[in-house]
């Protein structure tokens, strides 16, 4: 799916986590483990991303001395000397899934070149198995990434010359059991509502007011 608007936008980067929920038929050392396992299944997820940060890819600049390659564009060039693409991505989880989040800025006439929305497609692939790849080496142990649905493409133009992209994809990771998303009800909602408008009402004057009804009126 490829969707292109004109607007001026604002980059904001989040990250959501995610929790185990019960489900009936399990023992309390079940549910302990299952959540254990997926908990360090996201950490270890997070810490891969987080891993990703500008300069890792060369091992001047890296932290620890060790170059990651993500396949981004601005690994490309010199960090300092060199004019680079503004580019990155973050994560996001929910249930059994990950959600890639990829953004760049990019020339208009690299939109409309042809093939664009499969090389967004190769960019996610590429974020992807850097991620599987540096969670194997933080935690010893490797996940699968599978692909989810088809891939969204939000381009948005920022002068003639200039667009900024945002591209999503979502990927089901290996052995973290799916979770129901349970909804708030529709009456627990009401009620609260009731309560607070009941409370609000019910509010008494302060103490230390000593204006009486119609001291304003003229």
Request: proline share 2%; glycine share 6%.
């Amino acid at each position: 799916m490829f969707i292109c608007l004109s607007l001026i936008v604002v980059k904001n980067v989040t990250f959501n986590g995610s929790k185990a929920v019960k489900n009936d038929g399990k023992q309390d050392g079940d549910l302990k483990m299952a959540e254990s396992t997926t908990l360090e299944i996201i950490q270890g997820l997070a810490q891969a991303a987080a891993n990703a940060y500008d300069g890792a890819h060369d091992e001047r600049f890296s932290l620890d001395g060790q170059a990651r390659q993500v396949g981004l564009r601005r690994e490309e060039g010199c960090p300092i000397m060199d004019k680079r693409v503004n580019d990155g991505f973050s994560v996001k989880f929910y249930s059994n899934c990950i959600i890639i989040n990829y953004q760049s800025d990019v020339r208009l006439k690299e939109v409309y070149a042809g093939k664009f929305e499969q090389d967004i497609e190769r960019q996610l692939n590429e974020i992807k198995k850097f991620l599987q790849k540096e969670y194997k080496a933080i935690t010893g142990n490797s996940v699968t990434l599978t692909k989810q649905g088809e891939v969204k493409v939000l381009v948005q133009s920022t002068s003639r010359v200039r667009t900024f992209v945002q591209a999503y994809q979502h990927y089901k990771i290996s052995k973290v059991k799916e979770e129901p998303i349970l909804d708030p009800a529709v009456e627990d909602s009401r009620a609260i509502t009731r309560k607070f408008i009941e409370n609000f009402k019910a509010a008494k004057r302060p103490t230390n007011e000593f204006i009486k009804k119609g001291d304003n009126e003229k």
